[in-house]
């Protein structure tokens, strides 16, 4: 055997065995640890348009839809209520077996009465959520929601919030977001998925 073709083999040889040994020890090392998701939703203690107490426990049973914002909003607000309304629309008869909240972050504003009369713009079955601002900010921290008061010229003010919609299951774990401006069809369809599964 010539020379050369003897050091290439021998070359050869050699990487094989690096590649073994490299592929034999990352099957030897232990998995890498997951990271834990984050937990939304919690407990929390408001009241309906009503006035009737509601908690955590109320939306149990059902898929919920739970969307943060409030009746004073410009344009987030109406813009995704006027979306889901179409979805619930589109959902026909499987609509009624969702919930779909949405929950004041201006409690200081949005009354009970002040959510009725802002939601009969919508779809009727969609519920309002208020409370104090204790009960508002217990809520949107178990539900990773964020919020915050704007003053603007006048005295007046906004409030800056979170725009996703989040998608529950009904034993109230968490199943998935709907981005603010999802397109109509993509909308329609985590809705309808959400309810096929329950």
């Known amino acids: 055997m010539k020379p050369r073709l003897r050091i290439l083999i021998g070359c050869f040889v050699l990487a094989l065995g690096l590649f073994a040994a490299v592929a034999f020890m990352q099957l030897r090392q ?10 939304i ?4 203690q ?3 348009t009503a006035g009737r107490p509601v908690t955590e426990k109320t939306l149990l049973g059902k898929p919920s839809a ?6 004073y909003c410009p344009e987030v607000c109406p813009t995704t209520l006027t ?4 979805a619930l ?3 026909g008869a499987d609509a009624d077996k969702l919930n779909v909240v949405l929950v004041s972050v201006d409690p200081e504003r949005d009354t009970p ?3 009725k009369l802002y939601l009969s713009n919508f779809d009727s079955r969609i519920q309002g959520f208020t409370g104090t601002p204790e009960a508002v900010a217990k809520a949107a921290k178990a539900y990773r929601v964020y919020y915050r ?4 010229d006048g005295g007046e003010y906004t409030v800056d919030h979170s725009s996703a919609v989040y998608l529950f299951d009904k034993k109230g774990r968490f199943v998935e977001p709907i981005a603010y401006g999802a397109p109509h069809d993509r909308v329609v369809a985590q809705l309808k998925k959400l309810v096929t599964q329950g």
């Open 89 to 91: 629309n589109a959902l």
């Open 41 to 44: 939703g919690g407990p929390f």
């Open 66 to 71: 739970v969307f943060f914002g409030f009746t």
């Open 149 to 152: 008061k704007v003053p603007v």
């Open 46 to 48: 408001l009241v309906d």
């Open 83 to 86: 979306e889901i309304t179409a």
């Open 113 to 115: 009465e002040q959510m």
């Open 30 to 39: 232990a998995p890498s640890p997951t990271v834990a998701a984050v937990e």
